[in-house]
């Protein structure tokens, strides 16, 4: 079975700034995504950024970027230029291609943009 | 992106009654779906998996009687909290996967619904 964590249950950065979200995963599999998404205090869950195991490139999105480390099963999401509406509680998650049934979530981080 | 509706988003109701909280998906087919219980600030629990045309498969610890979920159709799932007691009280989400290829794996989410036994 795998499993998410995420080892900063609250974070907070200045607007502005840039942050990074840190999530580890254990597997014993080679295929997989991985996933960030967000849920703002509205609670509606939305997808930030997704990256397929088998590419070594880290995936951007605007001002979202992560830092793919296969081997060290780390995958961590750098949030640049912090605004305001990035306050969300963030949740690392692991898709398996093998089993291909459901996501995996890690426990979330908290983060909150200071004005 | 693809979009999935969750209606109601808030939902009062007596012990003793029962709930249905509906989940589409809007401009794809959907042969799965997922229904997620959210106690506040804590991850998302999966309760169970939404197949279209069969049974859904429930988490372990989910009772299947408590929570029904019925997925008639490609692109609606329901879920049904019967006999509903403030331990039930909680946040519900669904979500589905779009199986386009360009986005295939991605799972998109309703926005959910807070449930709240009197």
Redesign the interface.
């Known amino acids: 079975a795998q499993t998410v964590t995420q080892s900063q249950p609250e974070m907070s950065v200045q607007e502005a700034e840039t942050v990074t979200l840190s999530c580890t995963y254990d597997t014993s599999e080679n295929n997989y ?1 991985l ?1 960030w ?1 967000k849920q703002p205090p ?6 930030v950024i ?1 990256q397929e195991a088998y590419k070594q490139q880290n995936a951007t999105e605007n001002r979202f970027s992560v830092n793919f480390q296969k081997a060290a099963k780390s995958f961590s999401l750098k949030i640049s230029d912090s605004q305001l509406g990035d306050t969300a ?1 963030y ?1 690392c998650a692991f ?1 398996s ?1 093998v089993s ?4 995996t ?4 981080t ?1 983060l909150t943009v200071l004005p | 992106g693809a979009v999935v509706s969750q209606h109601p988003s808030r939902v009062i109701c007596k012990s003793g009654t029962s709930v249905k909280i509906e989940c589409r998906s809007l401009d794809f087919q959907a042969t799965t779906m997922f229904w997620y219980r959210q106690f506040p600030k804590q991850s998302l629990m999966l309760m169970a998996t939404s197949n279209e045309g069969s049974k859904a498969t429930y988490e372990q610890g989910v009772e299947k009687d408590k929570f029904l979920i019925n997925h008639a159709s490609l692109t609606l799932s329901t879920l049904t909290v019967t006999s509903a007691h403030p331990e039930d009280s909680s946040f519900y989400i669904c979500s589905a996967r779009d199986p386009a290829t360009t986005t295939k794996n991605i799972q998109y989410f309703g926005a959910g619904t807070r449930l709240s036994v009197l």
């Open positions: 995504y996933f998404y509205s609670r509606q869950m939305i997808l997704r509680m949740f898709f291609r291909a049934r459901q996501l979530f890690g426990s979330g908290q």
